[in-house]
């Protein structure tokens, strides 16, 4: 019903920029948040920012500072604009659409590779 679809990544050097987009399709009526997500290899996917409805965004702490996480409503998505990236960075990052009731719905992901 819900199918969001990233877009944006690639391979980056430190200290670069790089902007992921995630276009949700289908209703999203029953949403009230959305979140990117990481998972890099050897390490548990993690929630890295997330925005609600209402335009209220958070951060884990590693990325505050360097990453917006915004939104467009009339186009149905949402952007992780990531500045100052770190290898540290390197991740499949994932886009999820939170439903009212519990749950979300998942992105395939996209891979950002940060290079020395």
């Known amino acids: 019903q819900v199918q969001p679809v990233e877009s944006g990544g690639g391979l980056v050097q430190a200290g670069g920029s790089l902007r992921l987009s995630c276009v949700v399709s289908?209703?999203?009526?029953?949403?009230?948040?959305m979140g990117w997500y990481r998972q890099a290899p050897g390490k548990q996917r993690e929630l890295v920012a997330f925005i609600t409805s209402s335009g209220i965004t958070n951060y884990v702490d590693s990325v505050k500072g360097r990453f917006t996480i915004s939104r467009d409503n009339a186009k149905n998505t949402v952007y992780l604009q990531m500045n100052s990236l770190k290898p540290e960075d390197t991740a499949v990052y994932y886009c999820a659409a939170f439903r009212e009731r519990g749950g979300a719905y998942w992105g395939q992901g996209t891979q950002v590779t940060v290079s020395s």
């Open positions: 289908g209703s999203i009526f029953s949403i009230n948040a």
